[in-house]
C-alpha cells in the first residue's frame, strides 16, 4: 500500500484540499436558475477558506459570473454527410471585483471542450453521453473558476 501511495505522489497526484483565497467573504453575483450557480454554490460553500455570503455589501468581493454558453457544433461528417462527430462548447466569463469596483481578477474566460462521435442508430445512447458529457463539462467549469479565484488579489493603488 506504501508503493502504491508514494507512486501517487511521485506522478504529482494530490488530493484535493481547501481552496486559500486572499478574501475573507466573497458573494456569487449569478442568476439562480442557471445550474452552474447551484454547482458553484456548492463548491465555495464546501472547499474555500473564504465564507459565502447572501449580500453584495457584506462581502469582501464579488464574483460575477457574467455570461455562461453552451454551444455544440458538428465536427466532421461522413462520406455519406451524416454527422459522425460533434464539439460540445462550455464558455463561462467570471470577474471578481470589490464593492468599489476595483477588479481583484479582470472578466476572464473559462472555456471546456468535449468531443464525441455520432451515429444514427445509436441515438439514444449518444443522447445520453452527451447529457453525461455536459455535466461534466459544468463541473470542470466550476472546479476551474474555483482555482482562478485563488490567483485573485487585492489590487494595488
Not at 501511495?5 to 506522478?11: D, E, F, I, P
Not at 461528417?77 to 477588479?103: A, P, W, Y
Not at 481583484?104 to 442508430?121: A, H, I
Request: glycine share 6%; proline share 3%; net charge neutral.
Amino acid at each position: 500500500m506504501v508503493v502504491f501511495a508514494s507512486g501517487l505522489t511521485a506522478c504529482g497526484f494530490h488530493l484535493r484540499g481547501e481552496a486559500h483565497y486572499a478574501f475573507e467573504t466573497v458573494f456569487l453575483s449569478a442568476p439562480a436558475a442557471l445550474p452552474i450557480t447551484i454547482e458553484l454554490r456548492r463548491s465555495l460553500t464546501g472547499i474555500g477558506s473564504a465564507k459565502l455570503v447572501e449580500k453584495a455589501p457584506d462581502a469582501q468581493v464579488v464574483l460575477d459570473i457574467v455570461s455562461v454558453e453552451d454551444n455544440k457544433q458538428i465536427l466532421s461528417l461522413s462520406g455519406g454527410g451524416k454527422v459522425s462527430e460533434f464539439l460540445l462548447i462550455k464558455r463561462v466569463l467570471i470577474r471578481v471585483h470589490d464593492n468599489d469596483g476595483n477588479d481583484w481578477l479582470p472578466t476572464s474566460e473559462v472555456l471546456v471542450r468535449r468531443s464525441y462521435t455520432y451515429s444514427d442508430t445509436e441515438a439514444l445512447a449518444k443522447e445520453a453521453q452527451e447529457q453525461r458529457l455536459w455535466r461534466e463539462m459544468q463541473t470542470d467549469a466550476v472546479q476551474q473558476i474555483v482555482r482562478r479565484l485563488q490567483a485573485a488579489r487585492k489590487p494595488t493603488a
